[in-house]
């Protein structure tokens, strides 16, 4: 499904979005919506606010390798547990997220877009959601097409569980550009 992205009235995108399967329509709607990416930039230079991409829900597909990972950590796992999935990366790979996918192929790593762990964490004790934000500042030639992000539990690429995975508003950076990162979760 695509859909049309503006700003102030104008067209800044137009994104491809993922189209859940026809069962989720059974599922309960705080089951079927877990949580949602929020991206913006602000562009190096630039004294105006910064410009919001966009947001949206139904985003932050939980994958079947981060399910079993969490259910390994809340009530499986004896001794201590690993990492917190808190690590966020980008892509440019335009392909739907998949409850499947256990990488995340196209993950960005140079020009300081490589994963980050994310510097805001907050839960309130009690409640049933989770924020995380990252910022990157494009460090090298532009990049073009930023269309996906996801949560990770480790800062190396050769052994790690994909949390969640999702689209995020399609973005390119120039030199010096700082890209924010918001992923927004509901569990259970």
């Known amino acids: 499904m695509y ?15 993922w189209r859940p399967p ?8 705080q089951i079927q919506k877990s949580g949602y ?11 105006e606010p910064e410009e919001i991409l966009g947001s949206t829900d139904v985003l932050d597909l939980l994958t079947n390798g981060g399910r079993d ?6 009530y499986v796992n004896t001794a201590a547990g690993s990492i917190a999935a808190n690590i966020l990366c980008l892509s440019t790979d335009t392909n739907a997220p998949n409850a499947t996918d256990t990488t995340l192929a196209g993950e960005l790593t140079a ?3 490589g994963r980050k762990v994310a510097g805001t ?17 494009c460090t090298g030639a532009s990049v073009a097409g ?5 949560t ?8 790690y569980t994909m949390v969640h995975e999702g689209t995020v508003t399609t973005a390119t950076l120039q030199i010096n550009d700082v890209y924010t990162l918001t992923v927004n979760t509901t569990l259970g």
């Open 37 to 47: 990416f929020l991206t913006w930039i602000q562009r190096f230079g630039s004294y």
């Open 146 to 150: 930023i269309v996906k992000a996801a």
């Open 3 to 17: 859909e049309k992205v503006k700003v102030d009235g104008q067209l800044i995108a137009s994104v491809k979005r």
């Open 152 to 159: 990770v539990n480790a800062t190396s690429t050769v052994t």
């Open 69 to 74: 990972w969490m259910h390994n950590q809340v």
């Open 111 to 113: 020009s300081g877009l």
């Open 121 to 137: 964490i907050t839960h309130t004790a009690g409640g049933n959601t989770s924020s995380l934000v990252a910022s990157w500042t």
């Open 22 to 29: 026809s069962w989720l329509s059974l599922l309960p709607e």
